[in-house]
Each structure stands twice: as structure tokens, then as C-alpha cells.
């Protein structure tokens, strides 16, 4: 069973900082690209950061500069460092796993930026 655990996240005032971690069981991450979305209310889940098997990396343009994502194969863990968080940050975090054509979601983390 495929399993997808994240946590890190909580309550920070705008200008804070969090780590996000995500750890996997049930599959090997090493050869897996991994991304981490968040989804605010009332709106559509959102691409946040990828990193390849390779670790090179993307990110959305709202959050270039100020978050960092990073992968421990070692580990079999992802992590999302966040600095400089803005109110409009706020939102469910997500992790993605894409394994062969088959992707899997954490149950995902609430972030809050309060201004």
C-alpha cells in the first residue's frame, strides 16, 4: 500500500518560514519525479514545485525566490522549505508522487500565513 505522509505545516506570520516533509512507504521515491501542490479554498490544486530523479527543479513563478524543494532518497522523503511566506501562501500543501502512469497524493498539510 502506497502511502504518501506529510506534515511540517501550520500557523506562521507573513515574512515566516516552514519546512514541509513528505515520506513515502510503499514505493521507492529514487526513481520517481516528485512535486508538491497546494490547493486554497475555492480554488483549483495548483503545481508548487517539481524535482526530477535527477534532482533538477521547477517552480510556480508565485513562489520562485522564496521556496526551495529537495529530495533524500536515502530517506525516501521530500521536503518543501519555505521562506518569506505571504498570506496568499495559504493553502492545503500536497504531495505527489509519479510512479510509472500512476500518481499518488498525500492527505496533505494546512498551511497558514497570517498578515
Known amino acids: 500500500q502506497v502511502q504518501l505522509v506529510e506534515s511540517g505545516g501550520g500557523l506562521v506570520q507573513a515574512g515566516g518560514a516552514l519546512r514541509l516533509s513528505c515520506v513515502a512507504s510503499?514505493?521507492?521515491?529514487?526513481?520517481?519525479?516528485m512535486a508538491w501542490y497546494r490547493q486554497a479554498p475555492g480554488k483549483q490544486r495548483e503545481l508548487v514545485a517539481r524535482?526530477?530523479?535527477?534532482?533538477?527543479?521547477t517552480y510556480a513563478d508565485s513562489v520562485k525566490g522564496r521556496f526551495t524543494i529537495s529530495r533524500n532518497n536515502a530517506k525516501n522523503a521530500v521536503y518543501l522549505q519555505m521562506n518569506r511566506l505571504k498570506p496568499e501562501d495559504t493553502a492545503v500543501y500536497y504531495c505527489?508522487?509519479?510512479?510509472?502512469?500512476?500518481?499518488?497524493w498525500g492527505q496533505g498539510t494546512q498551511v497558514t500565513v497570517s498578515s
Open positions: 510503499g514505493i521507492i521515491i529514487r526513481g520517481s519525479p
Open positions: 505527489q508522487a509519479s510512479v510509472v502512469a500512476t500518481m499518488y
Open positions: 524535482i526530477s530523479t535527477v534532482s533538477s527543479t
